[in-house]
């Protein structure tokens, strides 16, 4: 893909294509300025609590979300340079605060669905865990590589973060840079809310495709949205994250790429990859709580409506030569 930049824009670059198939057969389905309502506003009630945007870095550009005719991908066609990123992660987006808001929120249960995912796909290895080796692409604060870790596994982690890098390599996780990735070979990948991030997804998953090892997988999650099209008719920059009309699925700024169900198996396909499934069973039988009967109704459905229904954004890649 081709990125350019403009000189009324210099702190942004302009996707003229679609990122995942290249097309330029495309259309423009919103558009408004960064420097005025609803998204000024938008912005200013979603990260003042969080540390705050220097709206002067984002004068002259425009929010602009464009739907590919071919793979039905949409995504943001301006996106921030590395240096907004950087100054979006580390400062719009305080450390300290929001280390401070995991230290808080994550729960129990939180952690309990790590252990669980950890455990399913370990047994789906059949191996013991010292045998197997897990990178967790975009980690955050670690705590998926601390949670492989603490079951036995070798575990690898990349992050753009220096905060984040520190205190994940104090806690024992082996950091990767990203020249080095493919001097690697792994077991598996985790991509957990990262390829929505991306400014260049299949040119990323190429590269990480690079570092696994014959037989290994690689694990994309990104949002679920299942009726994104009512959403973007309404268009409501008022509704908060997990609300009926929320498009936090297409956030300004951060989730620059929203991928349909299609546009996911698209993508794996252009990158040499095919979907596979962690058995029924494995899931069920590492599935950890059970307590109440909405949980119990969830963990009876949930692998149905990943490896049946395919409603969820939640897919497990290898190699397609693998699976021949």
């Known amino acids: 893909m081709q990125f350019e930049s403009r000189m009324n824009r210099p702190y942004f670059l302009t996707r003229e294509d679609c990122p995942i198939c290249s097309s330029k057969k495309n259309k423009k389905i919103y558009e408004q300025p960064y420097s005025k309502d609803p998204i000024k506003g938008y912005l200013e009630s979603f990260y003042s609590p969080q540390g705050g ?11 602009s979300l464009i739907e590919c005719q071919n793979c039905l991908l949409i995504y943001q066609k301006y996106i921030p340079n590395d240096e907004i990123m950087e100054l979006l992660y580390e400062r719009w987006i305080d450390p300290k605060l929001a280390f401070k808001r995991h230290l808080e929120n994550d729960d129990l249960e939180y952690f309990s669905n790590i252990a669980q995912e950890v455990m399913q796909i370990i047994a ?4 013991i865990p010292s045998e197997l080796d897990f ?3 975009g980690m955050g604060w670690g705590k998926w590589a601390l ?6 596994c070798n575990s690898y982690g990349s992050e753009l973060s220096k905060r984040r890098i520190d205190y994940s390599r104090s806690n024992g996780i082996n950091i990767v840079l990203w020249e080095d990735i493919a001097q690697h070979q792994f077991d598996f990948i985790n991509t957990e809310q990262v390829f929505e991030h991306l400014p260049d997804p299949l040119n990323t998953l190429i590269h990480l495709k690079k570092s696994l090892k014959v037989d290994g997988l690689i694990k994309i999650s990104v949002p679920t949205t299942n009726d994104i099209n009512r959403r ?18 297409v956030a ?11 546009s996911l198996i698209d993508l794996a396909t252009r990158a040499g990859l095919s979907e596979v499934y962690i058995p029924v069973r494995i899931q069920y039988q590492y599935t950890s709580k059970w307590s109440g009967s909405n949980r119990i109704a969830m963990n009876l459905l949930l ?10 954004n939640y897919i497990f890649l290898r190699n397609s030569h693998s699976m021949l």
């Open 303 to 312: 692998p149905i409506i990943r490896n049946i229904l395919k409603k969820q």
């Open 252 to 262: 300004p700024l951060e989730h620059i790429n929203f991928f349909r169900r299609r």
């Open 147 to 152: 949670m492989a870790k603490s079951f036995g």
């Open 124 to 127: 789906y290895f059949g191996k």
């Open 232 to 249: 973007l008719k309404i268009m409501d920059w008022k509704s908060g994250k997990g609300e009926r009309n929320s498009l936090n699925a």
């Open 135 to 137: 990178f967790d692409f």
């Open 53 to 63: 945007v220097e709206f002067c870095y984002l004068e002259n550009v425009n929010y």
